[in-house]
């Protein structure tokens, strides 16, 4: 969980969501996922309910459809 708050206390700084747009916290989680445990789009949502990824993106209910 460590290295995920560094990425995401980062990217709030930069304010990298806001940023990105509409779907900001969504591309954030790939890149978190990409950096913390690299998984397939079709297996994210399933690592993303073991992470705690939804308390900081506030992703409630990510469905492979979304990250499309």
Same mark, same amino acid.
């Given at each position: ?7 995401? =206390? ?14 900001? /916290?969504? &591309? $954030? ?8 445990? =690299? ?14 990824? /939804?308390? &900081? $993106? ?11």
């Amino acid at each position: 969980m460590g290295p995920m708050l560094v990425l995401n =206390y980062l990217a709030q700084e930069i304010g990298l969501s806001e940023r990105l747009g509409e779907y900001g /916290n969504e &591309l $954030l989680s790939m890149a978190y996922a990409h950096c913390m445990d =690299y998984e397939s789009i079709n297996q994210m949502p399933d690592w993303f309910e073991k992470t705690d990824l /939804n308390m &900081l $993106l506030d992703l409630e209910g990510l469905t492979e459809n979304r990250l499309l």
